[in-house]
């Protein structure tokens, strides 16, 4: 498994990986495609983790207005589930987030996602907050979790 920045011939394969997925954002192609847009100071990091042939593992999108980012979506295939992918993705976007000096990424994740929950935690994440009714079909509270990039003093 390799991972590298999302291109937009990696659109289709991404947008297939999420619909397969119960638990992911059902979102419009065009939403995916708005990974690659910057502007108005808002900056994205869309990254896809490969495997084989140019099978999509797994993807994580985030975008945000410095010194802070957030965690817009993460998703990893059925077949690739509990393997270390989520986590690879996540370390390499914190990682890069850190080189273009991020100072916190911030998150939304649904109050019944133990497995998130727990990988979040697992990788530095810290609950700060809940919101009611955050989640639409079912109705659902998000909780609100934050991590940080850089210290202060701009070291990680």
Same mark, same amino acid.
């Given at each position: 498994m390799r991972i590298r920045e999302m291109v937009a011939g /990696?659109?289709?394969g991404v947008v297939r990986l999420a619909q397969g997925l119960a638990g992911a954002p059902q979102w419009a192609r065009s939403v995916y495609e708005g990974f690659f847009k910057d502007g108005a100071g808002l900056v994205r990091l869309a990254l896809v983790a490969v495997v084989g042939e140019g099978g999509r593992a797994g993807f994580v999108g985030a975008g945000g207005v410095w010194p802070e980012v957030e965690l817009e979506s993460i998703a990893v295939g059925s077949a690739w589930q509990r393997q270390g992918? $989520?986590?690879a993705l #996540? $370390?390499? #976007? #914190? &990682?890069? #987030? $850190? +080189?273009?000096? @991020? +100072?916190?990424i911030n998150l939304e994740v649904r109050a019944s996602n133990a497995a998130a929950r727990g990988l979040y935690e697992a %990788? &530095?994440?810290? %609950? %700060? &907050?809940?919101?009611? &009714? @955050? @989640?639409a079909d079912p109705v659902e /509270? $998000? %909780?609100v979790m934050m991590r940080p990039i850089l210290g202060r003093d701009g070291a990680e």
């Open positions: /990696d659109l289709e992918v $989520a986590r #996540l $370390a390499e #976007l #914190l &990682g890069r #987030l $850190a +080189e273009r000096r @991020y +100072e916190q %990788v &530095g994440f810290l %609950v %700060v &907050g809940r919101r009611e &009714g @955050y @989640y /509270d $998000a %909780v």
